[in-house]
């Protein structure tokens, strides 16, 4: 594989290993959000369930009463969304990790490729000047066996 193949296909798992990085924190991040959404949603739930216990406890009218079991209907609607929406925010989490490691070990394998590349080349550089000594030294010893001849 020619080097400037190597280098670009390395260059784009640099790139995807990066955006696969940030897509992970971002979908972290999401789920962070909604968790306290899901937090507060629950926390209102209970505000609002302990409001309604008042308001039998003193016999308010049942209009307020009825008002506070719609609210907390809507609210348990709400806190039953999030929890999907946090479902999905995990399943996502759980694909961008998948890719972000992918990405990794994929940006792994090729710097791999590269430094054997590297290395491979110092090798036959150094196979080449060990050749050319060689032949510099045969070269030196034979001049100097036909001077003495």
Same mark, same amino acid.
């Given at each position: 594989?020619?080097?400037?193949?190597?280098?670009?296909?390395?260059?784009? &798992?640099?790139?995807?290993?990066?955006?696969?990085?940030?897509?992970?924190?971002?979908?972290? &991040?999401?789920?962070?959000?909604?968790?306290?959404?899901?937090? =507060?949603?629950? =926390?209102?739930?209970?505000?609002?369930?302990?409001?309604?216990?008042? &308001?039998?406890?003193?016999?308010?009218?049942?209009?307020?009463?009825?008002?506070?079991?719609?609210?907390?209907?809507?609210?348990?609607?709400?806190?039953?969304?999030?929890?999907?929406?946090?479902?999905?925010?995990?399943?996502?989490?759980?694909?961008?990790?998948?890719?972000?490691?992918?990405?990794?070990?994929?940006?792994?394998?090729?710097?791999?490729?590269?430094?054997?590349?590297?290395?491979?080349?110092?090798?036959?550089?150094?196979?080449?000047?060990?050749?050319?000594?060689?032949?510099?030294?045969?070269?030196?010893?034979?001049?100097?066996?036909?001077?003495?001849?």
């Amino acid at each position: 594989m020619k080097t400037d193949a190597v280098n670009y296909l390395k260059d784009k &798992a640099e790139q995807k290993k990066l955006s696969d990085t940030a897509c992970f924190s971002r979908d972290r &991040a999401s789920k962070a959000h909604l968790q306290e959404q899901c937090n =507060a949603l629950h =926390a209102y739930r209970n505000e609002y369930r302990e409001k309604l216990r008042l &308001a039998l406890i003193e016999g308010s009218p049942l209009q307020l009463v009825q008002e506070y079991q719609v609210f907390i209907g809507s609210l348990d609607r709400a806190i039953e969304h999030a929890n999907l929406s946090m479902e999905r925010q995990e399943r996502d989490i759980e694909q961008s990790m998948l890719n972000m490691k992918d990405s990794i070990r994929e940006h792994a394998s090729l710097n791999a490729l590269c430094t054997r590349r590297e290395e491979r080349q110092i090798e036959e550089k150094n196979k080449r000047e060990l050749k050319e000594m060689d032949m510099i030294v045969t070269s030196l010893y034979q001049r100097k066996q036909r001077s003495e001849l």
